[in-house]
Every structure is written in structure tokens, then in C-alpha cells.
């Protein structure tokens, strides 16, 4: 069935690079996500890649997919103590017509 | 352009209440997305509505229920409520099915 695994934590020092993985199933992935939440608030759409490209980058923010393993990772820059978050990956399953999610990741990031 | 609103942010009710939460879409989306997020089962999916019509389905019991209007603003409703229902509620909206979803900042439901 579908599914997309994350790991569920993560941290990391302050000024490093975070790289933040995820694993999905669906083959018919047509768009995978990057949402963060901080707490006690919503999901704020980071960043999305189409799954006929490779890699899309937005300042800070890096995504590779590698479609053949179904593997998607984001990876953040010079990390700083605001990217502290849980960052959720997910897919939109063609078939379904619906977005498939992971658990999400906790990113700690110690200064 | 306005984000997802959501009413009330924070409610607490009793068992066997019953509950209705709002969700406003972002001007001109016509898709609304219901959550329920708990830190033990994560983000897990309720319904999703297009064009006053649930086009999309979770696995919930029948004690959770939605609708949306002809203006897109979306309610759930929750029967019956029990312990577990205590929860973050979001919503998300898009401009059409299967598009990018944005989401509300969520009502949090506490269940005593």
C-alpha cells in the first residue's frame, strides 16, 4: 500500500547542514512535499518538487529525488536555532487523489 | 492575500458533547482538507470536500462528519465526543483538487 517513512529525529549544531530523508511507495507520485510545523502551530508548505525533476533549490533549502529508490530528502543550510521544527514529507498519490504523510521529523538544532 | 483561518483556536469540552469546527479557505481555493493530528498517530487524514461535495474519505467513524458551502468555508463536526477526539484539527485548502495544499493554524480540542 502507500506509505512514505521518515525518520524521527534529528539533530544537529548550529551553522551545519541538516539533510532530513524520506522514503515513499507510490510509483504514481506525481508531487512530494516539504511542510515544517513549529509548535503549537499549522503546516507551512516549505517547498515541493515534481516527480519528473531532480533536484530544486530555494535559498537555503535543497530537495533531491532519486525516483528510481523512491527517495526524497531536504536539506537546509547553515542551520539556525529558528529551523528548529518537526518537517513533514509528503506525497500526493495520483491514484488516490490524496497526499500520503510521513510521521514527520524532529529537527533540534543546539547552538 | 489572507492565509486559512480556523474557529475557534482552542476549545474544551466534555465526553458526549458534541463539537463544530470552521475552517475559510484562501480566496479562490475551492478544495478544503480535514486533519486530526495526535502526537501518537501523527497526521492522519478525515475528509476533503470540492465544490460542496466529500470527494475524499478517512478512515474515521461516522461520529466525525463535514460539509462545505457554497462559498468553500468548510465545518466538521464531531458527535459523541470521546477521550481520544482531543487533538490538533487542521485544515488545509487548495485551489483545486489535488493541488498544493496551505494550511490553517489549527484548533486544538480538548476532550475531559
Known amino acids: 500500500g502507500e506509505d512514505v517513512e521518515q525518520s524521527l529525529f534529528l539533530s544537529v549544531r548550529e551553522g551545519d547542514s541538516s539533510v532530513i530523508n524520506c522514503t515513499y511507495t507510490?510509483?504514481?507520485?506525481?508531487?512530494l512535499y516539504w511542510y515544517k510545523q513549529e509548535p503549537g502551530a499549522g503546516l507551512q508548505l516549505l517547498t515541493y518538487i515534481f516527480s519528473n525533476m531532480d533536484m530544486k533549490q530555494d535559498q537555503r533549502l535543497t530537495v533531491l529525488l532519486n525516483k528510481k529508490d523512491k527517495h526524497l530528502s531536504l536539506r537546509i543550510a547553515d542551520t539556525q536555532t529558528g529551523d528548529s521544527a518537526i518537517y513533514f514529507c509528503?506525497?500526493?498519490?495520483?491514484?488516490?487523489?490524496?497526499?500520503?504523510w510521513g510521521l514527520g521529523t524532529s529537527l533540534g538544532v543546539n547552538p | 492575500k489572507a492565509g486559512v483561518t480556523q474557529t475557534p483556536r482552542y476549545l474544551i469540552k466534555t465526553r458526549g458533547q458534541q463539537v463544530t469546527l470552521s475552517c475559510s479557505p484562501i480566496?479562490?481555493?475551492?478544495?478544503v482538507s480535514w486533519y486530526q493530528q495526535t502526537p501518537g498517530q501523527g497526521l492522519q487524514f478525515l475528509f476533503e470536500y470540492f465544490s460542496e461535495t466529500q470527494r475524499n474519505k478517512g478512515n474515521f467513524p461516522g461520529r466525525f462528519s463535514g460539509r462545505q458551502f457554497s462559498n468553500s468555508r468548510s465545518e466538521m463536526n464531531v458527535s459523541t465526543l470521546e477521550l481520544g477526539d482531543s487533538a490538533l484539527y487542521l485544515c488545509a485548502s487548495s485551489r483545486e483538487q489535488g493541488d498544493t495544499q496551505y494550511f490553517g493554524p489549527g484548533t486544538r480540542l480538548t476532550v475531559l
Open positions: 507510490d510509483s504514481s507520485s506525481t508531487y
Open positions: 509528503a506525497e500526493y498519490a495520483g491514484n488516490n487523489r490524496k497526499l500520503i
Open positions: 480566496s479562490g481555493h475551492r478544495s
